[in-house]
């Protein structure tokens, strides 16, 4: 059974930057596709970012394309999400999560991490 982590999150200011991680426990999630989500008060899980097995190919939602940016290390079993200039609508709970193939639906994904809150000040 895989286990997701997530560490990081907190405040920060319009403009600011933030980075989550995700590290996995219990298998290896090197063959797999591991992705983000975040989900807001009253609205539907949103995709975020998705990074293949490798690395080497990443998909982004475009409300985020340009400013975040997905990267794992196998090595550590962990998956990033860096975000850079974020605004208020960037505000939501985020998750991560494994899945079988990069994907944009929440659906395809089998194991999910706790969330960790992300709160973007004006």
């Known amino acids: 059974q895989v286990r997701l982590v997530q560490s990081g999150g907190g405040l920060v200011q319009t403009g600011g930057s933030l980075t989550l991680s995700c590290a996995a426990s219990?298998?290896?999630?090197?063959?797999?596709?591991m992705g983000w989500f975040r989900q807001a008060p009253g609205k539907e899980r949103e995709f975020v970012g998705v990074?293949?097995?490798?690395?080497?190919?990443?998909y982004y939602g475009d409300s985020v394309k340009g400013r975040f940016t997905v990267s794992r290390d196998n090595a550590k079993n962990t998956l990033y999400l860096r975000m850079n200039n974020l605004k208020t609508e960037d505000t939501a709970k985020y998750y991560c999560a494994v899945g079988r193939l990069p994907a944009k639906i929440a659906a395809r994904y089998e194991y999910w991490g706790q969330g960790t809150q992300v709160t973007v000040s004006s």
């Open positions: 219990g298998g290896t999630i090197s063959a797999f596709a």
């Open positions: 990074v293949n097995w490798s690395g080497e190919t990443t």
